[in-house]
């Protein structure tokens, strides 16, 4: 490791260190004084349509990215039917969420897909796409918000409205460059660590990109169905996108506090802290734990299908 990533790796380290410090202090301080018979009541005052309409729009969203895989099937040309490849995709995206990347996106991934016959490097090509589908719809869709000036930051903050515009044009031009690249590169092939990256097409791309942007917008959907109706649904989605990127960085799995911290201190001037609260617990039950349990019984049941193909080939052999 030479002398400048040695720098980066220790910087990198001690910014994450500095996050999981920062975040239970910030969130402490914010919820110091809550009532939390607010938060009960908001939470029993959800009705039963609410309710269906988020866990209808968290389907929706599961859906949707677990079609990133199909993406990645079209893009490698491996020949596993869509009857495999969603519900793989699903248990992965569902892990990733609740119990990190590595967990989720990376190790069941490999294990998952290898034991369904296909190689390493084609599993290397379908997460490295997925990833991409994934951030190209991010950085689209925090730019443009970002660049529109959303969400308003309360005074005091460091970086500024015209901070946070900066951004949002640094991440539309990334994406943007993307597209260009697809259309455009005369190279199309890379060597990263062994594994060999190809630009996909433009179409592709930009279905990518405009997956990636659905998806994410579907999520802040969910947050915005268990509010009351008194901030508009960009600057939700907006809200989600600085939480989102804060999770990342902090490396805590499922934004553990990250999110609840972002989502109080941006919007309580619109909100109790009660009412804030229960509808992030709600997201958090209906978006990550139900999904959880749901994709840990298909898991079960992916793992004994492979192990049953497993002993007929060696049957047969």
């Given at each position: 490791?030479?002398?400048?990533?040695?720098?980066?790796?220790?910087?990198?380290?001690?910014?994450?260190?500095?996050?999981?410090?920062?975040?239970p202090?910030?969130?402490?301080?914010?919820?110091?004084n809550?009532?939390?018979?607010?938060?009960?009541?908001?939470?029993?005052?959800?009705?039963?349509?609410?309710?269906?309409l988020?866990?209808?729009?968290?389907?929706?969203?599961?859906?949707?990215?677990?079609?990133?895989?199909?993406?990645?099937?079209?893009?490698t040309?491996?020949?596993?039917?869509?009857?495999?490849?969603?519900?793989?995709?699903?248990?992965?995206?569902?892990?990733?969420?609740?119990?990190?990347?590595?967990?989720?996106?990376?190790?069941?991934r490999?294990?998952?897909?290898?034991?369904?016959?296909?190689?390493?490097?084609?599993?290397?090509?379908?997460?490295?796409?997925?990833?991409?589908?994934?951030?190209?719809?991010?950085?689209?869709?925090?730019?443009?918000?970002?660049l529109?000036?959303?969400?308003?930051l309360?005074?005091?903050?460091?970086?500024?409205?015209n901070?946070?515009?900066?951004?949002?044009?640094?991440l539309?031009?990334?994406?943007?460059?993307?597209?260009?690249?697809?259309?455009?590169?005369?190279?199309?092939?890379?060597?990263?660590?062994?594994?060999?990256?190809?630009?996909?097409?433009?179409?592709?791309a930009?279905?990518?990109?405009?997956m990636?942007?659905?998806?994410?917008?579907?999520?802040?959907?969910?947050?915005?169905?268990l509010?009351?109706?008194?901030?508009?649904?960009?600057?939700?989605?907006?809200v989600?996108?600085?939480?989102?990127?804060?999770?990342?960085?902090?490396?805590?799995?499922?934004g553990?506090g990250?999110?609840?911290?972002?989502?109080?201190?941006?919007?309580?001037?619109?909100?109790?802290?009660?009412?804030?609260?229960?509808?992030?617990?709600?997201?958090?039950?209906?978006?990550?734990?139900?999904?959880?349990?749901?994709?840990?019984?298909?898991?079960l049941?992916?793992?004994?299908?492979?192990?049953?193909?497993?002993?007929?080939?060696?049957?047969?052999?």
């Amino acid at each position: 490791m030479n002398t400048r990533t040695g720098r980066w790796h220790r910087a990198r380290q001690l910014l994450t260190l500095g996050f999981f410090i920062l975040v239970p202090v910030l969130l402490y301080t914010l919820l110091k004084n809550l009532d939390w018979q607010e938060v009960r009541h908001a939470l029993t005052s959800y009705r039963w349509q609410t309710l269906a309409l988020a866990g209808l729009v968290s389907a929706c969203s599961f859906a949707l990215f677990s079609s990133f895989d199909l993406i990645g099937r079209r893009y490698t040309g491996h020949h596993l039917p869509a009857r495999q490849v969603l519900p793989l995709a699903f248990v992965c995206y569902a892990f990733n969420l609740n119990l990190s990347a590595w967990v989720g996106a990376i190790a069941l991934r490999y294990r998952l897909y290898t034991r369904l016959g296909l190689s390493v490097a084609t599993v290397t090509r379908i997460l490295s796409l997925g990833l991409l589908t994934n951030w190209t719809g991010y950085f689209f869709l925090a730019g443009t918000l970002f660049l529109c000036g959303l969400p308003r930051l309360p005074a005091g903050f460091e970086i500024g409205s015209n901070g946070l515009r900066l951004v949002g044009l640094l991440l539309l031009l990334t994406a943007l460059g993307y597209l260009l690249a697809c259309r455009f590169a005369r190279r199309r092939t890379w060597q990263l660590r062994g594994h060999e990256i190809t630009l996909p097409g433009l179409p592709m791309a930009a279905l990518q990109l405009l997956m990636g942007a659905c998806n994410w917008a579907l999520m802040a959907l969910v947050v915005y169905s268990l509010l009351p109706d008194k901030v508009a649904y960009p600057t939700i989605l907006a809200v989600l996108m600085i939480s989102s990127i804060a999770g990342v960085i902090t490396h805590i799995p499922a934004g553990l506090g990250v999110l609840e911290t972002v989502f109080l201190t941006l919007l309580q001037a619109h909100y109790g802290k009660g009412t804030l609260l229960a509808a992030l617990i709600g997201y958090r039950v209906v978006y990550f734990l139900l999904p959880l349990l749901l994709a840990g019984l298909v898991y079960l049941l992916l793992e004994r299908l492979a192990s049953q193909r497993s002993g007929t080939a060696t049957n047969n052999s």
